[in-house]
């Protein structure tokens, strides 16, 4: 079968009773299957969410880390200069030795899924290796980047894509014949992002930590020239704005109403700090990523999730997940985002009103990393 035939579509939410009977195992599936998983598994990471997510939908999970643990505050691995200069040429070093450990771990496990996160430190010896291993397993690949954007994939990561047999994506155009599968994909799945059960959650603050966090219009994320605009248009038109983040230097003191915070604001398990930034702002932004021609980001679905509320740019995905105007807002210009940001900050009953509903429709529509998991568990296992 070719690529072109490869590229399914199923909607997210479709239970899997509907599945193309092509797509069905001849076995049933195991009640607790048992997962090999490859991810990153710091606190702050997505993958160490997923890890937990697993673990509550019954599967039984031997987790083994790409990148180094450890107490991070920039919630970022600190990569050396040599690795950030093998990066430079497609080679992303394997600092944890994934190539070594996961053969091994492999074979005394024996998985019937081996699910690995974006993995561009795999090489594809290893992935041939794993198929003679385990040849009952389903091997996934999951990443939440632009793996068709070359400046996210390594080379290995790319030779090695035509061994897995399912890879998920939250980018839905990575799906698309002409991406993921035109480099070797075999079967690609389009998942939308989601939020954390355990951190992304209502909690109370005090007011010394909402003073501490908080502000009138506030973004959580990494510098991105358009973001550093935009922000900028917003207080130089009387709105305080607090930025936190990695990459923000060159805007400290752009602006007397931009504040900026010069490090990124990541949750721990003592202190759920990113929690508590999004609750104790009024109007949290949602920024798209230009260069990763965003649709939707983790913080689309983790703000209302934590009953946040969610500004953000208006896309066909953001208009799919929530109710514009009633669950979050979309703005679309500057124009635009500069009007909704004073019409809701004037408007508290309004502002409490569409966060509330917009934790609502996460819970109801099972946003969360259980719920995807769920749903790409049972897709991979039915291969």
Same mark, same amino acid.
């Given at each position: 079968m070719g690529h072109d035939e490869q590229c399914i579509d199923i909607p997210e939410h479709a239970a899997l009773h509907l599945l193309p009977s092509s797509m069905m195992r001849s076995q049933p599936m195991p009640d607790h299957p048992r997962v090999l998983l490859v991810a990153d598994l710091n606190y702050y990471a997505k993958g160490y969410a997923r890890w937990q997510a697993l673990k509550r939908l019954g599967a039984e999970v031997e987790a083994i880390s790409h990148t180094p643990v450890g107490d991070n505050e920039d919630g970022t691995p600190g990569y050396s200069l040599l690795f950030r200069i093998a990066w430079k040429i497609g080679i992303h070093m394997d600092t944890e030795n994934i190539n070594t450990s996961m053969p091994?771990? #492999?074979?005394?496990?024996?998985?019937?899924?081996?699910?690995?996160?974006?993995? !561009?430190?795999? =090489?594809?010896?290893? @992935? #041939?290796?794993?198929?003679?291993?385990?040849?009952?397993?389903?091997?996934?690949?999951?990443? $939440?980047?632009? @793996?068709?954007?070359?400046?996210?994939?390594?080379?290995?990561?790319?030779?090695?894509?035509?061994?897995?047999?399912?890879?998920? /994506?939250?980018?839905?155009? !990575?799906?698309?014949?002409?991406?993921?599968? %035109?480099?070797? *994909?075999?079967?690609c799945q389009f998942v939308d992002k989601a939020f954390d059960?355990?951190?992304?959650?209502?909690?109370?603050?005090?007011? #010394?930590?909402?003073?501490?966090?908080? %502000?009138?219009?506030g973004f959580i994320g990494t510098y991105a020239p358009e973001r550093g605009t935009d922000l900028l248009f917003l207080a130089e038109h009387s709105l305080s704005v607090r930025v936190w983040?990695?990459?923000? $230097?060159?805007?400290?003191?752009?602006?007397?109403?931009?504040?900026?915070?010069?490090?990124?604001?990541? !949750? =721990?398990?003592?202190?759920? =700090?990113?929690?508590?930034?999004?609750?104790a702002t009024k109007i949290n932004l949602g920024f798209l990523r230009k260069i990763n021609r965003?649709?939707? /980001?983790? =913080?689309?679905?983790?703000?209302?999730?934590?009953?946040?509320?969610?500004?953000?740019?208006? %896309?066909?995905?953001?208009?799919?997940?929530? #109710?514009?105007?009633?669950?979050?807002?979309?703005?679309?210009?500057?124009?635009d985002l500069l009007e909704k940001a004073q019409r809701y900050l004037s408007d508290d009953t309004l502002r409490h009103s569409?966060?509330? *509903?917009?934790?609502?429709?996460?819970?109801?529509?099972?946003?969360?990393?259980?719920?995807? @998991?769920?749903? @790409?568990? $049972?897709t991979a296992l039915r291969q």
């Amino acid at each position: 079968m070719g690529h072109d035939e490869q590229c399914i579509d199923i909607p997210e939410h479709a239970a899997l009773h509907l599945l193309p009977s092509s797509m069905m195992r001849s076995q049933p599936m195991p009640d607790h299957p048992r997962v090999l998983l490859v991810a990153d598994l710091n606190y702050y990471a997505k993958g160490y969410a997923r890890w937990q997510a697993l673990k509550r939908l019954g599967a039984e999970v031997e987790a083994i880390s790409h990148t180094p643990v450890g107490d991070n505050e920039d919630g970022t691995p600190g990569y050396s200069l040599l690795f950030r200069i093998a990066w430079k040429i497609g080679i992303h070093m394997d600092t944890e030795n994934i190539n070594t450990s996961m053969p091994v771990r #492999a074979r005394t496990f024996e998985p019937d899924v081996i699910w690995i996160e974006k993995g !561009n430190m795999v =090489r594809p010896g290893t @992935m #041939a290796a794993l198929r003679t291993i385990c040849p009952n397993a389903i091997i996934a690949s999951y990443s $939440e980047d632009d @793996m068709y954007n070359p400046i996210n994939r390594s080379v290995a990561y790319q030779r090695g894509l035509k061994h897995y047999h399912i890879v998920f /994506t939250s980018k839905s155009f !990575n799906a698309k014949k002409q991406e993921l599968p %035109s480099l070797g *994909a075999n079967i690609c799945q389009f998942v939308d992002k989601a939020f954390d059960r355990e951190q992304h959650r209502p909690i109370e603050i005090t007011e #010394a930590e909402r003073e501490a966090y908080g %502000s009138d219009v506030g973004f959580i994320g990494t510098y991105a020239p358009e973001r550093g605009t935009d922000l900028l248009f917003l207080a130089e038109h009387s709105l305080s704005v607090r930025v936190w983040g990695n990459g923000w $230097e060159a805007f400290s003191g752009k602006h007397p109403n931009l504040r900026v915070e010069r490090r990124a604001l990541v !949750n =721990r398990p003592d202190d759920l =700090r990113y929690t508590k930034g999004i609750l104790a702002t009024k109007i949290n932004l949602g920024f798209l990523r230009k260069i990763n021609r965003d649709l939707q /980001t983790d =913080r689309s679905i983790e703000i209302p999730a934590c009953g946040g509320f969610l500004l953000t740019e208006f %896309s066909s995905e953001h208009d799919r997940l929530f #109710a514009n105007g009633k669950e979050a807002v979309f703005y679309n210009g500057q124009q635009d985002l500069l009007e909704k940001a004073q019409r809701y900050l004037s408007d508290d009953t309004l502002r409490h009103s569409v966060a509330e *509903a917009g934790r609502k429709r996460c819970l109801a529509s099972d946003y969360s990393h259980d719920g995807r @998991m769920a749903f @790409m568990l $049972e897709t991979a296992l039915r291969q």
